[in-house]
């Protein structure tokens, strides 16, 4: 069983260019989360989807950022018009579903915005 | 309000000594607490999980925690801590589809 799959795994865009970050949950799980972690930081929440379905973008900026988990093919974080401050290591999880089960991560995307 | 909070962000323990790395929660009435690790450069891993029963869980590489209800802390604990055991730890609840972290912890074991 493939664990979480993300990709790219490094990711270099030009201020004002769009990223697209990819993510693959594990097989049979519906549940997607979105990280993201500076350097030396903690890990920030950004956004929780289930298929088609966005259940909490409370960590998300409101502008540029948006996320989707359609029903077929893998999970998508797409940020617009980057800018210096978007560089970070991005980090998706996946989910069984439910407040008890654990996540299981992805080796993450690093974005350096140039 | 919902909050996980790890009060240290480094922890130097020596090699097999007991080590401790602290995490303290919130919310009232029963959450659901959890454990990871993060090793450079990788995604975090699951190390273990509180839901019910057993106020001391056990989990990967030796560790286990511990569900105080009365101090509202999950502290992680391994009898003897392996060099090996050095990297950043986080520890998360989830309630109500909503999953707080903590900071995290770095944790260094020196040989």
């Known amino acids: 069983n493939a664990g979480v799959m993300q990709n790219p795994r490094h990711l270099v865009r030009r201020r004002g260019q769009e990223a697209r970050l990819r993510c693959s949950p594990m097989?049979?799980?519906?549940?997607v989360y979105w990280y993201r972690q500076l350097p030396e930081e903690g890990l920030k929440f950004m956004v929780y989807?289930?298929?088609?379905?966005?259940?909490?973008e409370s960590g998300m900026p409101k502008e540029r950022f948006s996320a989707e988990f359609p029903k077929e093919g893998p999970s998508i974080l797409r940020i617009q018009q980057v800018v210096r401050g978007d560089s970070a290591a991005y980090f998706c999880?996946?989910?069984?579903?439910?407040?008890?089960?654990?996540?299981?991560f992805g080796p993450g995307t690093r974005l350096t915005v140039t | 309000a919902q909050s996980v909070a790890q009060p240290e962000d480094q922890v130097n323990v020596a090699e097999g000594n007991p080590l401790t790395v602290k995490c303290t929660y919130s919310?009232?009435?029963?959450?659901?607490l959890f454990w990871y690790v993060q090793y450079p450069n990788r995604g975090l891993q699951f190390l273990l999980k509180y839901i019910t029963g057993d106020n001391l869980v056990k989990g990967s590489y030796g560790f286990e925690a511990e569900f105080n209800k009365s101090q509202t802390s999950f502290h992680l604990k391994k009898p003897s801590a392996l060099v090996s055991d050095s990297a950043l730890y986080f520890c998360s609840e989830n309630r109500d589809d909503k999953i707080i972290f903590g900071k995290g912890t770095r944790l260094h074991i020196l040989p």
């Open positions: 919310v009232s009435g029963n959450p659901y």
């Open positions: 989807l289930q298929k088609e379905n966005i259940i909490d």
């Open positions: 999880a996946s989910s069984l579903g439910g407040d008890h089960d654990e996540q299981y």
């Open positions: 097989k049979g799980h519906s549940h």
